[in-house]
C-alpha cells in the first residue's frame, strides 16, 4: 500500500472517523483506524456501534490496507508540515510516514481483523440539508435520557411520516420535539438513535446548505455526507407515543424575550447547589415573572418583563430543564404555555410549528 | 457598608483576588473575599502563601467589611447584565447584590477572622515594566521543581544585583536563566519566590510597558501593580549558586531556527508514552541534526538543517526539556552548545546575554 496526499486534508479525514474510534475496549483493533486503499483511498473508524468511513482525496501509487493505532495516527499527521505526506506499508506491516523532513516507522495491525461497517441498501432515504438536520438533532439531543433504567429513552426518535421530519428527545421530566417539513418526499419510517452516536454526528455535520442523504434500514441509520459515510445502530423497543402527551389547552401564555429569560434564569440558578432539591419558582403576574429561589446559601429574585394572557400562576421548575431548552432557541421571542402548577409548560415558538419543549413542574413549598 | 460600581470592573478585581483565594482548605473564611470599603472600595483573597489586594473604583454610600463566598460572588457578578452593581452589607452580615432587575441575598461572614496580609515597608525597591517582569518569569518559571524532596527549588530565585535582575529556576536536569540590565539602580537583594505563586502573578501581569514596583522585604515580596497589590511569601533556605555550574566552554555550537528545531523535537517526541525511558537522539554532523527515538511504538527521524562549529556528536536528551525551553523563546534563531555526551547543553540567543538554559543529557544505548 501506498499513496501520498495532502497533510490537511489526511488530517480533517482522521479526526472525522477518530468520532467512531474506542477509547475504552479490550479489542487493540477497535483502538486502530482502518486504511483501505483501492481505487480511492479510505479511512474507517468503528467502535461496533457507530461507523465513519471518509475518502480523502490522494494520490493513489499501490492498493492495500492497513490498520493503525488512531490516538499517534492523529497525533503525528496534526505535527508535520502543511506539506504531501506519503504512506506506505512495508512486507512486515510497519508503517511508513514521511513529509519533508519527517520520518515516520510505526507497527501496524493486519486489516483483516477488523470488523466491517454493515451494508445498507434501502430505499427508505431522503434528503436534506447538512445545516437543518444539524440543527434539529442539536435542538434536541439535550434532552435525551442519561439514565440506563429505560434504554429506549437513551436515544432520539427520528421519525418521517406525513411529509414530516420530526425528531423527539425524552427523559421523563421534559421532551424536545424538532419538526421540519418534507415536500414531495414519500418514504416513511420511525427509528431511535443512540444520543451517543447523535452526539458524535452533530460535531461531523456543518452548518451548510448541501444536501445530505439519510438512509432507513431495520438495524441501522445512514448519513451519507459525500465523501463521508457515518452509520448508527438503532435502539430496540417502543418509543412513547409523544403525540398524545402534549397539552392542547393552558390556562397562561407568557410571550418573552428568549435572551432575557435565559438570563434571569441562569442567575436564579447560581445559588442552587442541588437543583433536584432547590427548584425555581416562577411568580406570573400581570405583567411580569419573578423567577426566584430560596437556599441554604441565600436568596435570589429575578424580575422580567413579559407579555401574559390568562391567570397568575406560581409554579416550580428544575432550572436546568428550561435553560437547556432556551439555550437552543434562535428566535428572539417564545411563548411560554402554562397549564396548573402539577401540569406541563411548553415552550413555542410565536407562529410556526418547528419545536415545542415540554416541561412538568416541581413541587414546591408555599410560603 | 454599602457601595455602587460597575459590573465590568467589579468582575475583573474579582478575578484577579480570587487568585489567590484557597480551593481546598479546612477554613471556610480562606474561600472567601474580603470587601472592604473605608476611602476606597478594595477586594482581598488570602490564602497565606499568596494574597492580593485590589482596589475597584467605587461611589462609596457607607463604609464597612464583610467576607464572601469567592466562588458564589464571582460567578453572580459574572453573569449579571453590564450596569452599576449596588453592594449592601445588612445588620445580620447578609450580603446584597443588586442590578437592574436582579437581587440577591447571600449569608457574609464577618470580616474580623479574616487573616490580614503583611504590610511591606522596605528600602529594597526597583522599578520595571509588566511585560518585562512577566516575560521573564514566564520564560523561567517552567524549569522550577515540582518534587517536594528540596523545597528551595520549587521556587525561582529571584536576584538584584551588580545592576542585574536575574531570574533562576532549577530541577536537577535543567537550568532557567533570565536577566535583564537595571541601569542606575544600586538596591540588592536575592529572595526564592514559590513557583505557585509566580504561576498566579504571571497571569495577572499584562504584557504593557507600564512600570510596577517590587519591593523585597527578608519574608515576602511585594508587587505593586497600581490598582493591584500582590504579596508572596518566600522559600527559606540556600539557593544553589547558579553562576558556577554553567559551562564556560564547549566542543560544537549549533545555530539552528528556533521554530524549525522545536518542531521536529515535538514529533520525536509524540511515539515517546515514557519521556524517563525512551530519550531522544541528536545526531550532529556537518550540517544538520538528525534527531531520532525508537520505542516500543515506533521509530522516527528528523532532520533539521543547521549550521555546526566543532565536532560531531551524538547525544539523548528528554525531549520535554528541550520542549518547553523552545516554547518560551521568541528569537527567530538559538545556539545551542554542546559539551560532551554526559555533560550540559546551553541554549542562548545568538548574541546578547538575556536568557540561558541548561540542559544535562540522557544516557542512550549506542547502536
Redesign the interface.
Known amino acids: 500500500m501506498k499513496i501520498i496526499c495532502s497533510k490537511e486534508e489526511l488530517s480533517n479525514g482522521i479526526s472525522i472517523v477518530q468520532k467512531a474510534v474506542s477509547t475504552k475496549t479490550t479489542m487493540p483493533i477497535l483502538e486502530g483506524i482502518l486504511i483501505d486503499v483501492g481505487e480511492q483511498f479510505k479511512l474507517t473508524g468503528n467502535d461496533l456501534e457507530l461507523g465513519i468511513e471518509c475518502f480523502v482525496k490522494a494520490d493513489i501509487r499501490e492498493p492495500g490496507s492497513i490498520v493503525i493505532?488512531s490516538r499517534?495516527f492523529g497525533?503525528?499527521i496534526k505535527?508535520?508540515?502543511d506539506s504531501e505526506v506519503l504512506i506506505e506499508v512495508k512486507e512486515n506491516n510497519?508503517v511508513i510516514i514521511e513529509c519533508n523532513?519527517?520520518?515516520?516507522?510505526?507497527?501496524g495491525m493486519p486489516s483483516e481483523g477488523y470488523p466491517s461497517i454493515p451494508e445498507i441498501e434501502s430505499d427508505k432515504t431522503f434528503a436534506i440539508s447538512q445545516k437543518e438536520v444539524r440543527d434539529m438533532i442539536r435542538q434536541t439531543l439535550f434532552a435525551v435520557s442519561l439514565e440506563e433504567n429505560r434504554p429506549i429513552f437513551t436515544g432520539s426518535l427520528i421519525e418521517c411520516k406525513n411529509n414530516e421530519l420530526t425528531i423527539v428527545s425524552i427523559d421523563g421530566f421534559r421532551m424536545a420535539i424538532r419538526k421540519t417539513i418534507r415536500e414531495n418526499d414519500t418514504s416513511e419510517f420511525s427509528v431511535v438513535v443512540p444520543g451517543k452516536a447523535l452526539n458524535e454526528i452533530v460535531k461531523i455535520l456543518q452548518p451548510v446548505d448541501e444536501e445530505i442523504t439519510i438512509y432507513s434500514s431495520p438495524n441501522q441509520i445512514l448519513f451519507d455526507i459525500g465523501n463521508c459515510k457515518i452509520v448508527s445502530r438503532l435502539l430496540e423497543g417502543e418509543y412513547l407515543n409523544y403525540r398524545s402527551i402534549i397539552p392542547k389547552e393552558y390556562e397562561t401564555r407568557v410571550r418573552a424575550n428568549t435572551k432575557e429569560m435565559l438570563?434571569?434564569i441562569?442567575?436564579a440558578s447560581?445559588?442552587t447547589l442541588d437543583e433536584k432539591k432547590f427548584p425555581v419558582k416562577f411568580n406570573i403576574s400581570d405583567e411580569n415573572i419573578i423567577i426566584s429561589s430560596n437556599t441554604e446559601?441565600?436568596?435570589?429574585?429575578?424580575?422580567?418583563r413579559v407579555e401574559v394572557n390568562g391567570e397568575n400562576m406560581t409554579v416550580g421548575f428544575n432550572p436546568r430543564y428550561f435553560i437547556e431548552a432556551l439555550r437552543v432557541i434562535e428566535d428572539e421571542e417564545v411563548d411560554m404555555f402554562f397549564t396548573t402548577n402539577i401540569g406541563p409548560c411548553t415552550i413555542r415558538p410565536l407562529e410556526a410549528d418547528k419545536f415545542a419543549y415540554m416541561i412538568l413542574p416541581v413541587k414546591i413549598n408555599n410560603e
Open positions: 493505532n499517534m497525533e503525528i505535527k508535520l508540515p510497519n523532513n519527517s520520518h515516520f516507522e510505526l507497527k438570563s434571569s441562569e442567575r447560581l445559588i446559601i441565600g436568596a435570589v429574585r429575578e424580575e422580567v
